[in-house]
């Protein structure tokens, strides 16, 4: 498995990696990064990190403080910093930056930023160089979990210099020029800390230091080895050689200086940045070969691997071992040091829906240790996360950890306490008192259910109650209540599964059969006017009743009853590639990005850059057209994804865009949680073989495929002819051969009957 989690890499695939075509260096982590406020193509930036690490590293070129650290078009770099920021949004928290000067020392970031250019940039998942042309330094930085090694080229000089900026919020540095080594913490967040954050780090360098100065938080320089305040940092000078190198080890801790001091021992400790950096693509050749695909377009390979390396980054390690090898972590929660593992910054908004069914299906190990950080959680909060960075944050909506917490547990995974997170997903589903407050004493509503009691009473969230987006908190609340439904069964607890299969069924409270849309309804009942379907927000989260009327995942078969019958639900399926793009964002008083994402792309109002839809072409499956999921699904691949650093059809957001892509790829998707079956689409490749983590291999083969042939003929799997529209994961997990024979005009007679639908609660079993 992983070096990051303490376990490593089985040497098998390590071999079979080093035989065959290197796919890390498919890997382009520029992909995104082409992206601003106004308008997201991922919204990424080139994290040079291991899969799952606690620290990443990323060139700056935007200002201290901007969600947007690293954009495409910028023309200047002012160093590279460790990075703990899941999306732009999020923002940064326990950042501090080293950059290479030379000549007149200079120190603030608009001041020491050097043009650079992508022609001497080189980003890969393991490694980051650079050329800073005003200094006529390159920068180079490869990554552990916990640590990193720099190493900067310097040209011959009198005046060469690294400047350590701590960042401002309260930050310390500390010169030893005596062991060549620097210490302090930075303190910088975005929320969702306790009083005593602090991310201590340790910089350890390989040459003497000819001046050493700090400098405080109004700028001023001086000879003192130590600095603390608001915004301080430090600078080591060098008399350098042309073509000589500084290398500098650093490592950083949430826990105290000492750990810190651990971690760069046990990550790093005696290599030389070479073997860093051969350990660091070693892991990532390693997890992506896990996933072997064969095919002669290179650009959907590139994407692919792309993808996948952003699926493995979050959720962020957030523990580390100590000295006498034990698993401890720093709580964001309560400020105190546990034992136990703790993973963050996720929003389970996002990476229920294809990112955790990843991780449950391929890296079931990793999934129940990130289960048990939940439990983590909830022992020292009192509450389950929902968007966690690196504590408690007050955005988005839903009780989305039930999904990924019962689809874990239904799935196989194993390695947690479930009854107490079956405890806490009940909690959520019964009571809103007592949640957690952010810095500024105000209730997290992100935490918990907002309005579950008139949801408990109503079975619905009102809309005429002062809580926003009410009708998509409603539908999230249902699918959450199915998976908490089928968990309680999986765990004996009858009643309990009889009441919540009950209630996720209450979608049905939002069907208006008027206009065939989900619409917010008031609390005497009556529906909230006026409706317009286009209209953004208001009583939905980011897209419009369009998008959330497909949020369903638990019952397709029971909205395709709802909207009269399957050829009415492939009509309404089909409206939303041919309703022109057009809406309303009076409710957010501006065209947020999003919107805009949907506008642009001549997919009519199908807004496939943020998550409440990316499931709705898979269910054209459940209503006997999946001839039209395979033609949607590819055209989405084809036209919205790219290796290139406008590749993202909209924000990434902690890998579910990416988990898209990944899964559709492979030829199929997992809409419903906890019931382990996938929705099958149009495999992109022409041949995948996967390492299964139970040890068996499973071929994907798509005879004939090709960009025009997007269409299933048939299906067998081990030789025996599969005529279902899902795949189930015993299939799956059993290996073998999926063999899929693919052409160019649709097949309307495979997999199109009733019986050949994946489940619904409302269709008999299956």
């Given amino acids: 498995m992983l070096v990051t989690l303490g376990l490593a890499t089985?040497?098998?695939?390590?071999?079979?990696?080093?035989?065959?075509?290197?796919?890390?260096?498919?890997?382009?982590?520029?992909?995104?990064?082409?992206?601003?406020?106004?308008?997201?193509?991922?919204?990424?930036?080139?994290?040079?990190?291991?899969?799952?690490?606690?620290?990443?590293?990323?060139?700056?070129?935007?200002?201290?403080?901007?969600?947007?650290?690293?954009?495409?078009?910028?023309?200047?770099?002012?160093?590279?910093?460790?990075?703990?920021?899941?999306?732009?949004?999020?923002?940064?928290?326990?950042?501090?930056?080293?950059?290479?000067?030379?000549?007149?020392?200079?120190?603030?970031?608009?001041?020491?930023?050097?043009?650079?250019?992508?022609?001497?940039?080189?980003?890969?998942?393991?490694?980051?160089?650079?050329?800073?042309?005003?200094?006529?330094?390159?920068?180079?930085?490869?990554?552990?979990?916990?640590?990193?090694?720099?190493?900067?080229t310097f040209p011959e000089s009198d005046d060469a210099h690294i400047v350590l900026d701590a960042y401002n919020e309260g930050s310390m540095?500390?010169?030893?020029?005596?062991?060549?080594?620097?210490?302090?913490?930075?303190?910088?967040?975005?929320g969702g800390v306790p009083h005593n954050f602090h991310n201590f780090f340790v910089l350890q360098f390989d040459h003497d230091f000819t001046v050493t100065r700090t400098w405080d938080q109004n700028w001023k320089l001086s000879a003192s080895a130590k600095s603390e305040g608001a915004h301080v940092g430090a600078v080591v000078s060098f008399k350098t050689r042309r073509g000589e190198r500084v290398g500098v080890k650093v490592a950083?801790?949430?826990?105290?200086?000492?750990?810190?001091?651990?971690?760069?021992?046990?990550?790093?400790?005696?290599?030389?940045?070479?073997?860093?950096?051969?350990?660091?693509?070693?892991?990532?050749?390693?997890?992506?070969?896990?996933?072997?695909?064969?095919?002669?377009?290179?650009?959907?390979?590139?994407?692919?691997?792309?993808?996948?390396?952003?699926?493995?980054?979050?959720?962020?390690?957030?523990?580390?071992?100590?000295?006498?090898?034990?698993?401890?972590?720093?709580?964001?929660?309560?400020?105190?040091?546990?034992?136990?593992?703790?993973?963050?910054?996720?929003?389970?908004?996002?990476?229920?829906?294809?990112?955790?069914?990843?991780?449950?299906?391929?890296?079931?190990e990793v999934d129940g240790q990130i289960m048990q950080g939940l439990v983590n959680t909830y022992k020292e909060s009192g509450w389950l996360p929902e968007w966690a960075s690196p504590g408690h944050r007050n955005v988005m909506i839903g009780s989305n950890s039930a999904n990924l917490i019962a689809d874990a547990y239904l799935s196989g995974v194993r390695g947690f306490d479930v009854e107490t997170l079956y405890e806490a997903m009940v909690k959520n589903a019964t009571t809103s008192q007592g949640r957690p407050r952010d810095e500024r004493g105000r209730v997290v509503n992100?935490?918990?259910?907002?309005?579950?009691?008139?949801?408990?009473?109503?079975?619905?969230?009102?809309?005429?109650?002062?809580?926003?987006?009410?009708?998509?908190?409603?539908?999230?609340?249902?699918?959450?209540?199915?998976?908490?439904?089928?968990?309680?069964?999986?765990?004996?607890?009858?009643?309990?599964?009889?009441?919540?299969?009950?209630?996720?069924?209450?979608?049905?409270?939002?069907?208006?059969?008027?206009?065939?849309?989900?619409?917010?309804?008031?609390?005497?009942?009556?529906?909230?006017?006026?409706?317009?379907?286009?209209?953004?927000?208001?009583?939905?989260t980011e897209g419009n009743s369009l998008h959330y009327s497909?949020?369903?995942?638990?019952?397709?078969?029971?909205?395709?009853?709802?909207?009269?019958?399957?050829?009415?639900?492939?009509?309404?399926?089909?409206?939303i590639f041919y309703t022109p793009p057009l809406f309303d964002d009076s409710y957010y008083g501006q065209t947020i990005h999003e919107i805009r994402e949907m506008q642009i792309v001549n997919m009519g109002n199908y807004a496939h850059g943020n998550q409440p839809i990316q499931h709705m072409?898979?269910?054209?499956?459940?209503?006997?057209a999946p001839w039209k999921a395979q033609y949607h699904v590819r055209n989405v691949m084809k036209k919205l994804y790219a290796p290139t650093p406008d590749g993202y059809p909209g924000d990434e957001d902690n890998g579910q865009t990416s988990a898209w892509y990944v899964f559709s790829a492979l030829g199929f998707y997992p809409v419903t949680p906890t019931v382990g079956q996938y929705a099958i689409g149009s495999p992109l490749f022409r041949n995948v073989e996967m390492t299964l983590p139970n040890g068996k291999r499973l071929s994907i083969e798509a005879t004939n495929n090709g960009p025009d042939n997007v269409y299933i003929?048939?299906?067998?799997?081990?030789?025996?002819?599969?005529?279902?529209?899902?795949?189930?994961?015993?299939?799956?997990?059993?290996?073998?051969?999926?063999?899929?024979?693919?052409?160019?005009?649709?097949n309307t007679a495979w997999a199109s009957s009733k019986a050949a639908a994946p489940f619904s609660m409302s269709a008999p079993a299956k």
């Fill in 173 to 190: 540095v500390n010169i030893d020029a005596k062991n060549r080594r620097i210490t302090g913490y930075a303190r910088n967040n975005s």
């Fill in 446 to 540: 992100a935490v918990g259910r907002e309005g579950v009691e008139y949801y408990n009473k109503l079975g619905y969230v009102p809309y005429d109650v002062g809580i926003n987006e009410n009708a998509a908190r409603t539908l999230e609340y249902a699918t959450a209540d199915f998976s908490l439904s089928r968990l309680a069964a999986a765990l004996g607890k009858t009643e309990d599964a009889a009441k919540y299969a009950q209630q996720a069924q209450n979608y049905r409270k939002l069907y208006d059969p008027q206009s065939g849309w989900m619409r917010g309804r008031n609390q005497d009942g009556s529906w909230a006017t006026p409706f317009n379907s286009l209209k953004w927000g208001d009583a939905f």
């Fill in 617 to 624: 072409i898979y269910l054209y499956n459940w209503a006997g």
């Fill in 713 to 746: 003929q048939s299906v067998t799997i081990n030789g025996k002819r599969h005529d279902k529209s899902w795949l189930s994961r015993e299939q799956l997990m059993g290996g073998g051969k999926i063999r899929f024979v693919m052409g160019s005009k649709s």
């Fill in 10 to 152: 089985p040497a098998p695939l390590l071999a079979q990696a080093a035989q065959r075509e290197a796919l890390v260096d498919l890997v382009n982590p520029l992909m995104g990064t082409d992206s601003d406020y106004t308008l997201s193509y991922g919204n990424t930036y080139p994290a040079v990190a291991v899969p799952w690490g606690m620290n990443f590293w990323s060139p700056v070129t935007g200002k201290m403080g901007s969600g947007w650290g690293y954009t495409y078009d910028a023309n200047k770099i002012s160093g590279i910093k460790q990075t703990h920021q899941p999306s732009p949004w999020m923002n940064d928290y326990a950042a501090f930056e080293l950059m290479a000067v030379t000549g007149p020392l200079r120190i603030k970031q608009d001041e020491r930023a050097s043009w650079f250019s992508h022609k001497a940039e080189e980003a890969k998942p393991y490694k980051y160089k650079v050329y800073f042309a005003d200094h006529d330094v390159t920068a180079e930085v490869v990554p552990t979990s916990r640590a990193a090694q720099f190493r900067f």
């Fill in 252 to 364: 950083s801790s949430f826990i105290s200086p000492e750990q810190a001091q651990q971690n760069l021992a046990q990550e790093v400790g005696r290599d030389s940045f070479s073997q860093t950096e051969a350990k660091a693509r070693a892991i990532w050749e390693g997890e992506l070969s896990r996933i072997r695909v064969t095919d002669p377009d290179i650009d959907a390979r590139r994407t692919f691997y792309s993808a996948l390396y952003r699926m493995l980054q979050f959720p962020r390690t957030f523990h580390e071992v100590d000295a006498k090898g034990q698993t401890v972590h720093y709580s964001p929660y309560d400020g105190k040091v546990h034992p136990g593992p703790m993973f963050t910054d996720n929003g389970f908004w996002d990476t229920w829906r294809a990112v955790f069914p990843f991780f449950a299906l391929m890296y079931p």
């Fill in 550 to 575: 497909w949020s369903v995942m638990q019952d397709v078969q029971g909205l395709i009853d709802l909207m009269g019958g399957e050829a009415k639900f492939v009509e309404r399926l089909d409206s």
